[in-house]
């Protein structure tokens, strides 16, 4: 029997999600979170085979969550499942250990395949995915400005245009607002940018956020 824990930040999906996979005979889900840090605790507490993880969620987001998921239970397999196709994200996810990417489009057929691949050992991506990664690694240019950012820089990012405080960013990724702030700098820097607003702009411009 493959565990499973859904998290994301929206309970209708979060919810159909679960539905969907009752219905398997080999897969039982034993819990749902909306955030990273819910995730993390309940991964602690039940420490499931596959965590179906969401990218763009409120707080730590889902390629930070990745990285502390995999730093507290280095067996469980993370398979994100999210709406946003485009890059950087799945390159950021893979970077960070997720063994998987697949959208929030694909057929419960395919999410079931995806999680026994995973259990498996192996890796698996939607087609779309897997020819965005086939892309990026092929090609010299850098598609999307957020390619230069590095992971730490790309959560911080995220966390501002997600409209949450230096001090908030602070007490979640565990350092000082001095810090946040150098990498604000740092971010605009490589962006070209001089504002959180323009920042915002971009990542809508660039598919990262919904306007």
Not at 108 to 116: F, H, K, P, Q, T
Request: glycine content about 6%; some cysteine.
């Amino acid at each position: 029997m493959i565990t499973v824990l859904v998290v994301d930040d929206h309970e209708l999906v979060r919810t159909g999600i679960c539905r969907m996979l009752e219905d398997q005979v080999d897969i039982q889900v034993i819990g749902q979170a909306e955030s990273g840090e819910e995730a993390i605790a309940l991964v602690r507490q039940y420490h499931p085979n596959v965590v179906l993880l969401d990218v763009n969620m409120p707080g730590i987001g889902g390629v930070e969550t990745t990285r502390r998921l995999l730093q507290t239970a280095p067996d469980t397999k993370v398979l994100a499942v999210s709406g946003l196709a485009e890059e950087p994200y799945p390159s950021l996810l893979l970077k960070a250990g997720a063994r998987g990417y697949i959208t929030k489009g694909a057929p419960i057929s395919e999410m079931v395949r995806a999680i026994n691949k995973v259990m498996q050992g192996g890796k698996y991506f939607s087609a779309d995915i897997a020819e965005q990664l086939a892309s990026s690694y092929l090609s010299d240019t850098q598609k999307s400005p957020f390619d230069a950012l590095s992971e730490r820089e790309m959560q911080v990012a995220m966390m501002v245009v997600n409209c949450i405080s230096a001090q908030e960013i602070s007490d979640k990724l565990f350092v000082s607002v001095k810090t946040v702030n150098t990498y604000r700098y740092r971010i605009f820097e490589k962006l070209g940018i001089d504002s959180d607003v323009k920042l915002t702009h971009l990542a809508i411009r660039y598919g990262l956020i919904k306007p």
